[in-house]
């Protein structure tokens, strides 16, 4: 078939089986936009800014496990997506961003519009991709969108010149992707394997490290499978909340700088680390030379080199988590002893009792954390939840009682404030059938609010729970705890009316100080399913607690912190 | 922190338009070392190969190794033990310096005097890296104009 380049990009989402593309056009990629208004094979969603573009791609993504797709023209419209990519690469997301770029001719001349679009995202994304020849495309796209979802998935970039996209060229998109130099291993090694499985069946005080690579690999059944199977405990990080259910009684909770006090005294007392899809970040970790200290360490991931990057393993193990664990599960059978970890788990229940996550009501002013814990009560597993960046994140980790893998979508590794609500519109896409909340701050919100206009236009009702403590919150409690309560630039008591500017893109707007308030404009907002701003006035001067002051050790935690 | 040790790696790359930026990014990304890179194509192939000189700590050259694999056009990665390395100099002398002199100096580098023209001379050396320091050190007094390296390349035995 001899095509236009545009038409191949068209072709090469269909061949994907893409039904939604985020993105926002411009001059270099307006030939591949004509191809857009032709066809019907997919829905395009226009957002209002091309940062948004990518992180509703990602939001999109991370709910339905498939790759997202976003395009943007060049200059500026790349530019602003930067961003996005970074996030995605941080957090592994697997997505296709295409750009439009200067026709060839004039690449190098400082055109209108031009920027050296692919060097500025070598660094951050999993690979990247400047088309020179139409004839190239298919193969380009098809790799773009293997390399994206295979191995540690992550952004691929694939910038394409407005020349190329008028070319006209074969198109075949049958030839099977045969990278030579790229063959993710997957399977792991079996040996390594079973020696690791005898460490668990010897070791007395075990403990599952659950990360973010066990949602990616799809592998949360599993995972829960081999942790009722060996009735070993298990923290989870920030990147893996909802891997293992809130009801599961061998879940003790999150670890790290937030995690809970059991968690975290957990991995400093355990002899036996058992990591799946975990990366050691230092927000889990803390001092380093005292994380779990004198235990040995198993380490499963498929990408080589996060393995012993910062920890040692005793253990190595590198492939995809989903067939480890099934591996694991076939030996674990016969070798491991459940009752053997009885102590172990007194031990847990001690630590749990001792210091339980909690937060203090207020007889004055509601709580961030009772909000999200209402959330909870009310939607529970029938809501997907995201959340921008700040305390109202933390909280949203250590309170929402998250149920399931993919439910719980927020920026981890870049913690990139104004991700929360695009990325909600493109979960709303992707799972229409759920709610779609989005725990929001009152700097965070204002990030990427012209993201009301994208989701009232296409019917996605997002409903934004701004946790408002007219703070930059999380910076504001640094300050107060490292910097001598010298607030500079954080206190945000100037700010929109944002039941006025929820109405003014025709959403609905909601201003709560109360329980019962509260309650009223959640269910209003449901009922109506609308989009929605729900303006949560929240103690100022709230603290996440617990806290491991960075660079500190796991097991020195500051517990609580009474600020006036 | 463990002691930086000089490493030689030996990268396999499809050779096509920016994978040497990707190198050089991951290296300047990551904070880690180059003493010297050099690449060229593989004759009769659609590979080229790299040769980089680093130095990093055991955990760190492990690391490099890993992060260099996992750059999509990188087909190997060879961390070498048990090499052959070899490294050229190029140095221009003035032809009023004593030539017999610098002519046995280069002859015991593996050199010889390449070009000469009407008011300078240039000489080759091929040799391992230090013995090409050493060779730079001894030619000071011969009062070189320029001098240039080519970086070291290498082949596991
Ligand atoms: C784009 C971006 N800029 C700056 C920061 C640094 N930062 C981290 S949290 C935070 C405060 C967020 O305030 P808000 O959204 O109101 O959330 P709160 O902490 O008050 O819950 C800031 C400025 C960031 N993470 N991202
Ligand atoms: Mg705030």
């Given at each position: 078939?001899?095509?236009?380049?545009?038409?191949?990009?068209?072709?090469?989402?269909?061949?994907?089986?893409?039904?939604?593309?985020?993105?926002?056009?411009?001059?270099?990629?307006?030939?591949?936009?004509?191809?857009?208004?032709?066809?019907?094979?997919?829905?395009?969603?226009?957002t209002?800014?091309?940062?948004?573009?990518?992180h509703?791609?990602?939001?999109?993504a991370?709910?339905?496990?498939?790759?997202?797709?976003?395009?943007?023209?060049?200059?500026?419209?790349?530019?602003?997506?930067?961003?996005?990519?970074?996030?995605?690469?941080?957090?592994?997301?697997?997505?296709?961003?295409?750009?439009?770029?200067?026709?060839?001719?004039?690449?190098?001349?400082?055109a209108?519009?031009?920027?050296?679009a692919?060097?500025?995202?070598?660094?951050?994304?999993?690979?990247?991709?400047?088309?020179?020849?139409?004839?190239?495309?298919?193969?380009?796209?098809?790799?773009?969108?293997?390399?994206?979802?295979?191995g540690?998935?992550?952004?691929?970039?694939?910038?394409?010149?407005?020349?190329?996209?008028?070319?006209?060229?074969?198109?075949?998109?049958?030839?099977?992707?045969?990278?030579?130099?790229?063959?993710p291993?997957?399977?792991?090694?079996?040996?390594?394997?079973?020696?690791?499985?005898?460490?668990?069946?010897?070791?007395?005080?075990?403990?599952?490290?659950?990360?973010?690579?066990?949602?990616?690999?799809?592998?949360?059944?599993?995972?829960?499978?081999?942790?009722?199977?060996?009735?070993?405990?298990?923290?989870?990080?920030?990147?893996a909340?909802?891997?293992?259910?809130v009801?599961?009684?061998?879940?003790?909770?999150?670890?790290?700088?937030?995690?809970?006090?059991?968690?975290?005294?957990?991995?400093?007392?355990?002899?036996?680390?058992?990591a799946?899809?975990?990366?050691?970040?230092?927000?889990?970790?803390?001092?380093?030379?005292?994380?779990?200290k004198?235990?040995?360490?198993?380490?499963?991931?498929?990408?080589p080199?996060?393995?012993?990057?910062?920890?040692?393993?005793?253990?190595?193990?590198?492939?995809?988590?989903?067939?480890?664990?099934?591996?694991?599960?076939?030996?674990?059978?016969?070798?491991?002893?459940?009752?053997?970890?009885?102590?172990?788990?007194?031990?847990?229940?001690?630590?749990?009792?001792?210091?339980?996550?909690?937060?203090?009501?207020?007889?004055?002013?509601l709580k961030?954390?009772?909000?999200?814990?209402?959330v909870?009560?009310?939607?529970?597993?029938?809501?997907?939840?995201?959340?921008?960046?700040?305390?109202?994140?933390m909280?949203?980790?250590?309170?929402?009682?998250?149920?399931?893998?993919?439910?719980?979508?927020?920026?981890?590794?870049?913690?990139?404030?104004?991700?929360?609500?695009?990325?909600?519109?493109?979960?709303k896409?992707?799972?229409?059938?759920?709610?779609s909340i989005?725990?929001?701050?009152?700097?965070?919100?204002?990030?990427?609010?012209?993201?009301l206009?994208?989701?009232?236009?296409?019917?996605?009702?997002?409903?934004?729970?701004?946790?408002?403590?007219?703070?930059?919150?999380?910076?504001?409690?640094?300050?107060?705890?490292f910097?001598?309560?010298?607030?500079?630039?954080?206190?945000?008591?100037?700010?929109?009316?944002?039941?006025?500017?929820?109405?003014?893109?025709?959403?609905?707007?909601?201003?709560?100080?109360?329980?019962?308030?509260?309650?009223?404009?959640?269910?209003?907002?449901?009922?109506?399913?609308?989009?929605?701003?729900?303006?949560?006035?929240?103690?100022?001067?709230?603290?996440?607690?617990?806290?491991?002051?960075?660079?500190?050790?796991?097991?020195?935690?500051?517990?609580?912190?009474?600020?006036? | 922190?463990?002691?930086?040790?000089?490493?030689?790696?030996?990268?396999?790359?499809?050779?096509?338009?920016?994978?040497l930026?990707r190198?050089?990014?991951?290296?300047?990304?990551?904070?880690?070392?180059?003493?010297?890179?050099?690449?060229?194509?593989?004759p009769?192939?659609?590979?080229?190969?790299?040769?980089i000189?680093?130095?990093?700590?055991?955990?760190?050259?492990?690391?490099?190794?890993?992060?260099?694999?996992?750059?999509?056009?990188?087909?190997?990665?060879?961390?070498?033990?048990d090499?052959?390395?070899?490294?050229?100099?190029l140095?221009?002398?003035?032809?009023?310096?004593?030539?017999?002199?610098?002519?046995?100096l280069?002859?015991?580098?593996?050199?010889?005097?390449?070009?000469?023209?009407?008011?300078?001379?240039?000489?080759?050396?091929?040799?391992?890296?230090?013995?090409v320091?050493?060779?730079?050190?001894?030619?000071?007094?011969?009062?070189?104009?320029?001098?240039?390296?080519s970086g070291?390349?290498?082949?596991?035995?």
């Amino acid at each position: 078939m001899q095509i236009s380049g545009a038409q191949m990009v068209i072709e090469a989402l269909i061949a994907e089986k893409v039904d939604t593309l985020f993105g926002y056009p411009g001059g270099a990629i307006m030939n591949v936009y004509d191809e857009i208004y032709k066809q019907n094979s997919f829905k395009h969603i226009l957002t209002r800014h091309e940062q948004a573009a990518v992180h509703a791609a990602e939001g999109y993504a991370k709910a339905s496990g498939k790759v997202g797709v976003a395009m943007i023209t060049s200059g500026p419209g790349f530019t602003n997506a930067v961003t996005g990519l970074a996030d995605a690469y941080m957090d592994s997301i697997p997505l296709v961003v295409i750009s439009g770029q200067v026709p060839m001719s004039l690449i190098g001349t400082d055109a209108f519009q031009e920027i050296d679009a692919v060097g500025i995202s070598r660094s951050c994304t999993k690979h990247n991709y400047l088309v020179t020849d139409a004839a190239d495309l298919p193969r380009v796209l098809k790799e773009a969108f293997y390399i994206a979802r295979t191995g540690r998935p992550g952004p691929v970039h694939v910038d394409i010149p407005k020349d190329v996209t008028a070319q006209i060229a074969k198109f075949d998109y049958s030839k099977p992707v045969d990278i030579e130099t790229y063959k993710p291993t997957t399977s792991g090694n079996t040996r390594q394997i079973k020696k690791a499985v005898e460490a668990i069946a010897h070791a007395k005080r075990p403990l599952f490290y659950l990360g973010g690579g066990i949602i990616n690999s799809n592998a949360s059944e599993d995972v829960r499978k081999l942790v009722t199977m060996t009735g070993i405990p298990a923290v989870e990080t920030f990147m893996a909340r909802g891997t293992l259910s809130v009801k599961d009684p061998l879940l003790i909770s999150m670890l790290g700088m937030h995690g809970s006090y059991a968690a975290n005294m957990a991995m400093s007392e355990t002899d036996l680390v058992i990591a799946l899809g975990a990366r050691f970040d230092d927000r889990v970790t803390g001092k380093l030379s005292e994380f779990a200290k004198g235990a040995k360490i198993i380490h499963v991931d498929i990408d080589p080199a996060s393995i012993s990057k910062l920890v040692p393993a005793d253990f190595p193990i590198v492939g995809d988590v989903k067939h480890v664990v099934k591996s694991m599960m076939d030996v674990a059978k016969t070798l491991v002893d459940k009752e053997r970890y009885t102590p172990w788990l007194e031990t847990i229940e001690n630590f749990n009792r001792l210091h339980p996550l909690s937060y203090k009501e207020d007889s004055q002013d509601l709580k961030p954390q009772w909000v999200i814990q209402r959330v909870g009560e009310t939607l529970g597993d029938k809501a997907n939840i995201s959340t921008d960046v700040g305390q109202h994140q933390m909280w949203t980790a250590q309170f929402y009682p998250f149920t399931r893998a993919r439910q719980f979508i927020s920026s981890g590794g870049l913690g990139t404030m104004g991700f929360g609500f695009p990325a909600a519109i493109g979960v709303k896409a992707a799972d229409p059938k759920r709610v779609s909340i989005n725990f929001t701050g009152d700097g965070s919100i204002l990030m990427n609010v012209q993201e009301l206009m994208t989701a009232v236009e296409q019917k996605l009702p997002v409903i934004n729970i701004i946790l408002n403590n007219n703070y930059l919150g999380m910076v504001r409690q640094w300050q107060t705890l490292f910097y001598n309560k010298r607030h500079s630039e954080t206190d945000l008591s100037m700010q929109p009316d944002f039941v006025m500017l929820a109405q003014a893109f025709g959403g609905v707007g909601y201003r709560v100080s109360t329980k019962e308030e509260f309650d009223a404009a959640l269910k209003d907002a449901i009922e109506k399913n609308v989009v929605a701003f729900i303006d949560v006035k929240v103690h100022r001067l709230e603290n996440v607690m617990p806290m491991v002051p960075s660079g500190g050790s796991l097991f020195n935690m500051m517990l609580d912190y009474k600020e006036k | 922190m463990e002691a930086a040790e000089r490493r030689v790696i030996s990268v396999i790359v499809i050779n096509e338009a920016s994978v040497l930026s990707r190198i050089t990014d991951l290296f300047s990304g990551r904070g880690y070392n180059i003493t010297s890179l050099t690449v060229a194509p593989i004759p009769e192939s659609r590979y080229s190969r790299l040769t980089i000189v680093t130095s990093g700590s055991v955990r760190v050259i492990e690391q490099i190794t890993k992060q260099l694999h996992k750059l999509i056009p990188v087909l190997k990665v060879i961390e070498h033990a048990d090499l052959v390395e070899k490294e050229m100099a190029l140095v221009k002398f003035p032809i009023t310096e004593n030539l017999a002199d610098i002519s046995a100096l280069c002859a015991a580098y593996n050199g010889n005097i390449v070009n000469v023209s009407e008011d300078v001379i240039i000489t080759m050396v091929a040799d391992e890296p230090k013995r090409v320091d050493y060779f730079l050190s001894a030619i000071k007094r011969f009062h070189p104009k320029e001098i240039v390296r080519s970086g070291a390349v290498a082949l596991e035995r």
